[in-house]
């Protein structure tokens, strides 16, 4: 058996730039998450009326995060395809949080 590439993904940018949207979509996109799971997010999120969220909320985790649409620690994700093996961190862009970020 082959052993997979690994590929670790550090996302990093503006607060509001669509980090942990973008990140969330391409986990989903991948496969590294079940579609059931985001219709959850996605029926949850439009009952906090914040509907566009559900593929941020794949790293979202706190409630806090969620309630106020913005990532507050970094989020690790791991997922596998058929040839690599994907470590994918998003970290907060609230200059609040950077120290989040750093450490």
Known sequence: KEEKTHINIVVIG???SGKSTTTGHLIYKCGGIDPRTIEKFEKEAAELGKGSFKYAWV???????????ITIDIALWKFQSSKYEVTVIDAPGHRDFIKNMIT
């Open 59 to 69: 790293l979202d985790k706190l409630k806090s995060e969620r309630e106020r649409g």
């Open 14 to 16: 503006h607060v509001d």
